[in-house]
């Protein structure tokens, strides 16, 4: 089974930054994609980014040229950068990542980190 393990989360003031990192308990072989998703309290579970292992980005419109998603594939790590946080993003925040075998599909959920944004 594999593990998620998320770090980075926290209290921050408007306009400051955080960076959350997820790192996987083991080794795995045929990852597709890492990412990061968010849900704020009464709210769906959202996409925030994702990167696939050949480099690829994706970012929604709200946290486009806000934050940057990194990955690391011998280490099996991903990174989110966020800057100029706005209160908006206060949410619970997951990683997730995506593994093909054959043709079948996979995916591990962090166990989430709390970011919130607040004066």
């Known amino acids: 089974q594999v593990q998620l393990v998320e770090s980075g989360g926290g209290l921050v003031q408007p306009g400051g930054s955080l960076r959350l990192s997820c790192a996987a308990s083991?080794?795995?072989?045929?990852?597709?994609?890492m990412g990061w998703y968010r849900q704020a309290p009464g709210e769906q579970r959202e996409l925030v980014a994702t990167?696939?292992?050949?480099?690829?980005?994706y970012y929604s419109d709200s946290v486009k040229g806000r934050f940057t998603i990194s990955m690391d594939n011998a280490k099996n790590t991903v990174d989110l950068q966020m800057n100029n946080l706005k209160p908006e993003d206060t949410a619970v925040y997951y990683c997730?990542?995506?593994?093909?075998?054959?043709?079948?599909?996979?995916?591990?959920w962090g166990q989430g980190t709390q970011v919130t944004v607040s004066s």
């Open positions: 997730n990542l995506n593994q093909w075998i054959g043709v079948r599909s996979f995916d591990y």
């Open positions: 083991r080794n795995i072989f045929g990852i597709n994609a």
């Open positions: 990167i696939t292992s050949g480099g690829r980005m």
